[in-house]
Nanobody, 118 residues
Framework: QVQLVESGGGLVQPGGSLRLSCVAS????????TGWYRQAPGKQRELVAT???????NYVDSVKGRFTISRDNAKNTVYLQMNSLKPEDTAVYYC????????????WGQGTQVTVSS
């Protein structure tokens, strides 16, 4: 059973920064696409950023230039550095990994709350 453990959420003022981390169990991480999604109250879960096994990032337009996704395959960890945070970034952030070995696998973390408020 693959487990994803997120950390790094919290309360921050507008303009502040946070770094989220997600550690994955198992030995598939280096071949997986990993990413971060978020869900605000009353809204659907949305993609924030993904990074392929080769290190190519992809961002939703609303976070481009403010958020950076990165990964450390030796530590089975994916990060999301969030700068210039805005109140509209407030949400529960979820880590996601997916990979294909004969069939497709997809796993989610339990979520970490990010609140941007003065």
């Amino acid at each position: 059973q693959v487990q994803l453990v997120e950390s790094g959420g919290g309360l921050v003022q507008p303009g502040g920064s946070l770094r989220l981390s997600c550690v994955a169990s198992g030995n598939f991480f280096s071949v997986a696409t990993t990413g971060w999604y978020r869900q605000a109250p009353g809204k659907q879960r949305e993609l924030v950023a993904t990074i392929t096994s080769g290190g190519s990032p992809n961002y939703v337009d609303s976070v481009k230039g403010r958020f950076t996704i990165s990964r450390d395959n030796a530590k089975n960890t994916v990060y999301l550095q969030m700068n210039s945070l805005k109140p509209e970034d407030t949400a529960v952030y979820y880590c996601n990994v997916n990979f294909k070995l004969i069939r497709s696998f997809e796993y989610w973390g339990q979520g970490t709350q990010v609140t941007v408020s003065s």
